[in-house]
């Protein structure tokens, strides 16, 4: 009887804990936190706060009635993938793909942060391997193509394009006007290699008091994403969630009110956030 009562209490304990786990995001992120241990993985950190604020002091600061309030240091998370691909057709490429958590971009070069452009929309509505063939083909044409055309370069049938086309364009992937097609994405940028031009160390901080931010993106989505943009030969052989350090600089004006801007410490450079960053 008592270890009935023990298998019992078990499976209420168990079916709360998934329950929670599903249904309770708040829960979901401390058990995460949790688990992660004592310390994380963040890029190194090169410029100051101070040295960003004295270097734009003059864009910040519009006259001495604004002053600087006490900077912030925030951790965004990545998801660094460990890849391989094909580079030609004699050569195999194996290198580092960084991926954001939170802005749904793959990270071109760690030295300027230049970023993809497209992805986020890919990843929001799920786009399988097909509608990736018909994503990459308009990209590699600037972004528009005839019908005729696409048809020819993917060597399909007209039932087939016509089904994938329509699936992308109730996706709101894809624009179709007359029998042209079009990426519904302003200044696409999705034709790169599956690598990132790393030029930054990796190092290891306490997660006590360090401000990280939490991730939008769950690291399977971006997977799964990047493994249906990149062709059947690409493969991932591990993923770590790293963190790139952002200063948040806040300049307090004259009526009380507050203006922040956010800026990488990798480079020093401004860093656009996310519309609902916090």
Same mark, same amino acid.
């Given at each position: 009887?008592?270890?009935? !009562? !023990?298998?019992?209490?078990? @499976? ?30 963040? !890029?190194?950190?090169? +410029? ?9 002091r003059? =864009? ?5 009635d ?16 460990d890849?391989? +691909? ?13 991926? &954001?958590l ?39 044409? &600037?972004?528009?193509?005839d ?9 399909? =049938? ?9 699936? @992308? ?11 042209? +097609?079009?990426?519904?994405?302003q200044?696409?940028?999705l ?25 939008? +993106? ?12 990149? &062709? ?5 052989r ?13 300049v ?27």
């Amino acid at each position: 009887m008592r270890r009935l !009562l !023990l298998i019992s209490v078990f @499976c209420i304990l168990s079916s709360g804990t998934y329950l929670s786990w599903n249904r309770v995001p708040q829960i979901r992120s401390k058990i995460e936190e949790f688990l992660s241990g004592t310390t994380f993985q963040t !890029l190194e950190v090169r +410029y100051s706060a101070e040295s960003i604020m004295e270097a734009h002091r003059k =864009e910040l600061l519009k006259d001495s009635d604004h002053v600087f309030v006490e900077p912030t240091l925030k951790f965004i998370p990545y998801l660094l993938m460990d890849v391989k +691909y094909t580079r030609s057709q004699e050569k195999t490429g194996e290198g580092a793909i960084l991926w &954001g958590l939170v802005d749904g971009e793959m990270v071109i070069n760690t030295s300027t942060w230049e970023k993809t452009h497209g992805f986020t929309d890919c990843i929001t509505s799920n786009a399988t391997r097909q509608e990736f063939k018909i994503i990459n083909a308009l990209a590699s044409r &600037g972004g528009t193509w005839d019908r005729e055309g696409l048809s020819k370069f993917l060597n399909l =049938e007209n039932h087939i394009l016509d089904t994938w086309v329509e699936s @992308c364009r109730k996706k709101s992937l894809i624009v179709q006007t007359g029998n042209s +097609y079009r990426l519904h994405l302003q200044n696409p940028k999705l034709q790169v290699i599956p690598e990132t031009k790393f030029d930054h160390w990796l190092v290891t901080k306490p997660s006590k008091h360090a401000q990280r931010v939490k991730r939008r +993106y769950r690291p399977a989505q971006i997977e799964v994403t990047a493994r249906a943009a990149f &062709g059947n030969d690409f493969a991932i052989r591990k993923t770590t969630e790293i963190f790139l350090p952002v200063y948040s600089i806040v300049v307090q004006n004259p009526d009380g009110s507050q203006m922040t801007s956010y800026w990488n410490a990798l480079n020093g450079k401004r860093f656009v956030p996310p519309y609902d960053f916090e």
